[in-house]
């Protein structure tokens, strides 16, 4: 029983940290859903193209830059991509929000054959140029990595939803997320916020990635995966609440790394699946929509 409890706050820990990177994830998937009502299924491999053109661009693959100019350069590029997806989604969004959900998996499709096309199906890695030390903490093990992660998921969350609540086009996204049809009556653009969400919603995606791959090695699928845990995290948290993505993000990471201590790694694809089933008969809106009552 000691060595159970012993191992517990350690594997709490690192479930935290990895939930945060689920988070993120989770997040570009609910601003687009609040904005668009699109499940965007070509999040995962747009951002695993991001983390290849990372490696392109910083490993000499393609070019031999700095690693941030790698970064700021497959940044841009995924913002590219953001707008040229939504200038192909934007007439089914319009029509049909299940069109046009459907029509992410072929841009899915298409980002993962570029990808292979461009740098193959070989497995690489992606290294974070982070502080590499340790510390013991109250009896934690916390890494450079560990501190990296949650510095910048508390960063780029905060800023989130510092934009989401406090600037103009923030307070549109919010308004056309509640009502789009009372939001264009009173003079907003809903184009100009959809592609703000997109674009915002890739930016994420591609920081998720960038973090979640020096923990494993890079491949066409490793992302990909990724965000099936995003996913599932979104669909506890609340495809309508970002705050229920977070939550939700921070509820998979510690899950799953239970389950896979304790149970069976071999399984954990079968429970999150079970995890995401029962969420969705127990919180058919979102944890926090049942607890608060609304919608966030």
């Known amino acids: 029983m000691s060595d159970i409890f012993r191992d517990l706050f350690p594997l709490l820990w690192s479930g935290m940290i990895t ?3 689920y988070a993120l994830g989770a997040l570009g998937l609910v601003m687009i859903f609040k904005s ?3 499940v965007n299924f ?3 491999n747009v951002a695993g193209f991001a983390a290849f053109l990372i490696y392109g661009f910083s490993s000499g693959a393609l070019m031999q830059l700095s690693w941030g100019a790698a970064v700021l350069l497959a940044i841009l590029a995924v913002i590219a991509i953001a707008c040229l997806t939504y200038a192909v989604i934007a007439p089914l969004v319009f029509e049909s929000d299940l069109t046009a959900t459907i029509a992410t998996l072929g841009i899915g499709l298409i980002a993962q054959g570029a990808t292979l096309l461009i740098f193959g199906a070989d497995i690489v ?3 974070l140029p982070v502080p590499r030390f340790g510390m013991s903490v109250l009896g934690l093990f916390i890494t450079g990595y560990d501190l990296t992660v949650l510095a910048v998921a508390v960063v780029t969350i905060a800023l989130l939803f510092f934009v989401v609540d406090f600037t103009k086009l923030g307070v549109a996204f919010r308004a056309i997320s509640i009502n789009p049809f009372a939001a264009e009556v009173c003079g907003l653009n809903l184009r100009s916020v959809h592609l703000f969400s997109w674009i915002v919603a890739a930016v994420l995606g591609v920081v998720g990635a960038l973090l979640i791959v020096p923990t494993t090695f890079l491949s066409v699928t490793t992302v990909a995966a990724f965000m099936l845990q995003a996913f599932a995290a979104a669909v506890i948290g609340g495809f309508a609440s970002l705050p229920g ?7 998979i990471g510690v899950l799953m790394n239970l389950f896979t201590f304790y149970v069976s790694p071999e399984f954990s694809s079968t429970f999150l699946l079970g995890v995401i089933l029962l969420a969705l008969n127990i919180f058919p809106n979102g944890i926090l929509a049942r607890v608060g009552g609304s919608r966030v």
């Open 19 to 21: 939930g945060c990177l």
């Open 42 to 44: 070509s999040h995962g």
């Open 245 to 251: 993505a977070l939550v939700g993000g921070i509820l």
């Open 125 to 127: 890695s992606l290294d």
């Open 36 to 38: 668009s009502r699109v």
